[in-house]
C-alpha cells in the first residue's frame, strides 16, 4: 500500500491492535546485511558470534522509556517471520549493482528456513542488556530489526497519549522540515544520494514515506535506499557493501598480534575473492583510518572507493584522498561515501568541497529518517533520536572491539580497547560528540 493513502497521524492515534508489528518482513533490513551473511554462510559457517546492544546516549534510560514485555513481544513476533514466496523470487532474479543473480541459488534455498534466533534479555541499571548468541550466518541478521523495533517502540511511547490534532501538527511539521531538506538538496546539480535510515527511523510508515518523498523531489538524484523492502516495493536500487562488523571478527579469532593486524585486509580479500571484483569499497576506520592507510597493501587502492564513516566528511576524505594520489591513483576516478550522521548543511558543505575532484554518494540515515525534535506541540525529549548500535560483542568466546576515528565510538571491553589502541595506535583519532 502506498503512503500516499496512508494518514500515519491518524494510524498512530487510531492504532488498537493487540500487536501492531514493527517488523512486517526479514527485506526490513540494510541490503550490505544480505550480502554480508551470504558470504558469512559460505566462509564461516561453523564461527559464533553474538551481538550485543549498545546505548552511546547513555544518559537516556532505554527501560524507563519503553515497556520490557512490549519489546519482547515485538522480537518475538520477529522471530515467526520468515522470507516470502515473493521476496525470494526478487533477491534471487532482480539485478543489483548492475549484476544479475549475485546471490546464489544454494544461498537462497537456504534462505527460505531461515529464521532469527533467540535472544537475551534483560534490564541492568535503566538499560537493557540485550544479547543474540548463535551462529555467526544466525546473529547478524538480528541488528537491523532489533534496533528498528527499539526506536519504534521510543517513538510509539514519546506520542502515547498525544491527541488527533497534536498528531497532525506533528507529522505535518516534521513533513514540512523533510520537504524543506529536500528543496535544498535540489540545488546540487550531480548530487548522488541514498537512503540509509532503517537502523534509527521514527518508524515503518514514516521511513517509508522519507523514502517516496525523495523520490518524487529529488527524481534521479535519489540513487536509492539501503532498506530492501523499500527497493522491492519501489522499484528502487538496493544499495550497500560491508559493514565493520566483518574486520571486527576477524580480529577478535586472530592468534597471533601479525593476525590482527593483517584482519582488516584479510576480509577485504574474502570479500572481493566471494564477489568477484564487485562492490569494492572500503570501510577503514573499525581500528582508525590512519592505521588502516598507513599498513594496507597497495592492491587496496585499485578498490572502487572509500566510505570514511567516523571522521567528519571533509577531513576524512582529504585524508583518503591524500592516500590516494600518494599511490598513484587519482581521485577523479574513484568513490567517496558519506553516510556519518549527515544532514543537509554537512551534506552541501561535503559536496561543494569536493565537485570536480572525486566521485561522491552520500547515504543519509537518522536525520533523515528521524528527525522530529522540536516538531511536537508538547516538549517532548523522547522524540529526539539517540545513539543506539548492535555491535559483535565476541567471536567463537574471543571478545571483539571497534575503535573508530571517533573514540566515542568505541565498542568492547575497556581492556581490550586498550590493548587494541597498542596494537593499532590512536594516530588521528579525534573525540567528537555522538549524538546520532
Known amino acids: 500500500m502506498s503512503t500516499s493513502k496512508t494518514d500515519i497521524a491518524r494510524r498512530v492515534y487510531n492504532h488498537t491492535f493487540k500487536l501492531d508489528p514493527i517488523v512486517r518482513s526479514l527485506l526490513d533490513t540494510d541490503f550490505y546485511k544480505l550480502l554480508m551473511l551470504q558470504m558469512i554462510w559460505r566462509l564461516y559457517p561453523d564461527v559464533d558470534a553474538t551481538f550485543s546492544l549498545y546505548n552511546r546516549s547513555s544518559s537516556v534510560r532505554l527501560a524507563d522509556e519503553i515497556d520490557i514485555d512490549a519489546l519482547r513481544e515485538q522480537l518475538d513476533h520477529a522471530r515467526q517471520i520468515r522470507f516470502g514466496k515473493k521476496e525470494m523470487i526478487w533477491l534471487a532474479g532482480n539485478s543489483f549493482y548492475g549484476t544479475r543473480q549475485i546471490f ?7 534462505l527460505e528456513d531461515f529464521q532469527l534466533p533467540e535472544y537475551e534479555l534483560s534490564v541492568r541499571d ?18 537491523i530489526p532489533a534496533l528498528a523495533i527499539i526506536n519504534e517502540l521510543r517513538s510509539r511511547t514519546a506520542m502515547h497519549g498525544m491527541g488527533r490534532f497534536a498528531l497532525d501538527v506533528l507529522y505535518a ?5 523533510t520537504w524543506e531538506k529536500v ?12 537512503d540509509f535510515g532503517t537502523r534509527r527511523r521514527h518508524s515503518f510508515l514514516w521511513q517509508r514515506w522519507c523514502v517516496e518523498a525523495l523520490k518524487e523531489g529529488l527524481g534521479d538524484a535519489l540513487t536509492g535506499t539501503s532498506n530492501v523492502l523499500l527497493a522491492m516495493d519501489n522499484d528502487l536500487e538496493a544499495l550497500g557493501t560491508n559493514a565493520h562488523e566483518l574486520p571486527m571478527v576477524a580480529a ?13 585486509y584479510k576480509v577485504l580479500k574474502d570479500w572481493q575473492a566471494h564477489y568477484g571484483g564487485n562492490l569494492l569499497i572500503v570501510l577503514p576506520d573499525a581500528f582508525g583510518t590512519a592505521s588502516f592507510l598507513d599498513n594496507a597493501p597497495d592492491w587496496v587502492a585499485d578498490w572502487t572507493g572509500f566510505r ?22 587519482d581521485p577523479r576516478e574513484k568513490l567517496l561515501i558519506f553516510s556519518d550522521g549527515l544532514d543537509v548543511d554537512a551534506i552541501e558543505a561535503a559536496y561543494h568541497h569536493f565537485q570536480g575532484r572525486v ?3 552520500f547515504g543519509w540515515g537518522t536525520n533523515l529518517t528521524n528527525d522530529f525534535a522540536g516538531v511536537s506541540p508538547q516538549v517532548n525529549p523522547a522524540l529526539k533520536p539517540i545513539s543506539l548500535v548492535i555491535k559483535v560483542s565476541s ?8 575503535l573508530s576515528d571517533n573514540p566515542a565510538k568505541a565498542v568492547g571491553d575497556p581492556a581490550e580497547i586498550a590493548r587494541y589502541l597498542d596494537i593499532f595506535g590512536n594516530a588521528e583519532m579525534t573525540a567528537l560528540p555522538v549524538t546520532v
Do not use: C, Y
Open 183 to 194: 528543496e535544498r538538496l535540489k540545488n546540487l546539480p550531480e548530487l548522488r544520494i541514498s
Open 359 to 361: 566521485r561522491m554518494a
Open 126 to 143: 535503566g538499560q537493557f542488556d540485550l544479547h543474540f548468541h548463535g551462529r555467526w550466518a544466525q546473529t547478524t541478521m538480528w541488528e
Open 173 to 177: 511539521r516534521a513533513k514540512a522540515r
Open 252 to 264: 577478535a579469532l586472530a592468534q597471533t598480534e601479525d593476525e590482527l593486524r593483517a584482519a582488516p
Open 104 to 110: 546464489s541459488p544454494d544461498f537462497i534455498a537456504w
Open 395 to 402: 567471536a567463537n568466546g574471543r571478545p571483539a572491539v571497534k
Open 308 to 329: 570514511p564513516d567516523s571522521a567528519p566528511p571533509i577531513e576524512g576524505g582529504e585524508k583518503i584522498m591524500r592516500w590516494w594520489r600518494e599511490r598513484g591513483r
